[in-house]
């Protein structure tokens, strides 16, 4: 089971994990409700596609862009479709 924790809260678990370059993708339907809060950032990786981003409220805290995803990954990367990975601060760990 993986799971990621940011501000001694569990923001998600599951053992559907997808993994690329190293990070851990979880579904959607993993992150504890109610702490992804939409962004208006976005990325661009030459082949995955635009990434959006969501902020993370945990504890009362805010950590600012600290999930993104893909809403339309490029076909190398269709296996991220649907799913969330995390950075600034969160640990992710098995």
């Known amino acids: 089971m993986t799971e990621a924790w940011w501000n ?12 690329v370059e ?3 993708y979880f579904p959607l339907d993993a992150v504890t409700p109610g702490v992804l809060e939409d962004s208006a950032t976005t990325s661009v ?3 995955k ?3 959006s981003y969501y902020s993370v409220r945990a504890n009362g805290a805010e950590n600012r862009d600290a999930a993104w995803y893909y809403p339309e990954p490029k076909d190398a ?4 479709r649907g799913r969330v ?4 601060g969160v ?3 098995n």
Do not use: M, Q
């Open 8 to 19: 001694d809260t569990l923001i998600a678990r599951s053992d559907d994990i997808v993994t």
């Open 22 to 24: 190293g990070n851990a």
């Open 45 to 47: 990786c030459p082949w």
């Open 49 to 51: 596609g635009t990434a």
């Open 77 to 80: 990367a269709k296996e991220i």
């Open 85 to 88: 990975a995390f950075w600034k």
């Open 91 to 93: 640990t992710v760990k």
